[in-house]
Every structure is written in C-alpha cells, then in structure tokens.
C-alpha cells in the first residue's frame, strides 16, 4: 500500500498551483497522490491541467449561487472527493466559499492558498487590496479552512515586497511565484507530521 497522502484539489482559474503542486508530487518532494481535481467551472485552466498531468478531473455543477455552492452542489462535491479516496483537500484559486456539510465530512483536512498575508485583506483579489492600501510588503498564506472568510489557523507565510513600479498585476505575478513554492513545501511539511495544527 502506498504511503502517500491521497489529495484532492478544487480551484477555478488557471491552475498555475494545481502544477506546482503536481510537480511536486512527481518529483518526491510532496509525499501526495493527487487523486482528483474538480472545478466550479467547465474548461477552467486547472482541469486541462490536471489532464496533462494525467490526473482524474472533473467539472462539478455548482448550483445557482455566485460565492458558494448550494446543498446539493455541496453533497456532489463530497461524493466525488469521497468516491476519489481523498484524505485531504488543497483549495487552489477554487472561488467559493464551503460550508458546514463540506467541512463537517472533511473536518480540519482542507487546506487553502491565500494571496496576502492573512489576517490582512482576505476576500477577493487580495493582491489588488494590497496594492491598493499601499503597504510595502504582502505575501501569501497557507491556512486551514475553517467557518469564517480566510479565518483558519496560519500553517505558512511567504513574504513579498512590494517594488516601487508595482501594478497590481505584477504584483501577483511576484506573489504567485512565491505561492508555487510555499504551497507544495508546507504541504509536505504538513504530511510529513512536521506541522501541528
Ligand atoms: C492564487 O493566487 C490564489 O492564491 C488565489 O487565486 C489564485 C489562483 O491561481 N486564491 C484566492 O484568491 C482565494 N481567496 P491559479 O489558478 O493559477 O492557481
């Protein structure tokens, strides 16, 4: 029996993590068997990613709300992920907010990546709040899911300063490479029982 973490990630964009994430798996360095990767949205970036990499993908129905999945929505995702022997759950640039139902089946086994360093500007598009308010540096977090908005416990920060000709856009390019090394790094750090929740 294989002695890797059997994980699951959702997202909704392009899926620049879900590949660092995945090559990492490849090349050993994150001791995980990524066994699905489901999307909110149909031909979203992650899911032709996931099939490059050869890993099962599915598109979910979300159901009619913009920010959240509805209840049954929820109970498919809980299925799929079920069904796909995942333990873990990594949120990659998946924008919906879960709920009691989701959380409750995978208690304090889902894991999000975030583009600031918490608890500054949660919410959406984080790297513009950032560059909006003028701080001088920002990053990304990596924290436990839990009920609130971006609230769960920190796991890691990568720190990003912000340079003087910075547009919001080259902002998140910066925090993105940073994203694609912490995410894989503190995972394995997770799995590997080096971090206690
Ligand atoms: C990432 O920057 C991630 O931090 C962000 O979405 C992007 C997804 O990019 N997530 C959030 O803003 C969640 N609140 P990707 O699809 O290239 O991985």
Redesign the pocket.
Known sequence: MSDKTKLAVL?S??????VSLAKACADGSLPAEIVLVASDIEGA??LEHATEFNRPARFIEPGPFRTKLDRNAEAAYVAALRESGAEWVAL??F?RILKGDFLRAFEKKVV????SLLPAFPG?E?WKQAHDYGVKVTG?TVHMVDHGI?TGSILAQGVVPVIEDDTAATLHQR??QE?HKLYPRTLARLFNGEIRI
């Open positions: 997202g964009g392009k899926g620049s993590n879900f970036g992650i990659a640039g924008m999000n990546i975030h583009p959406l984080a990304c971006d925090i993105q994203e």
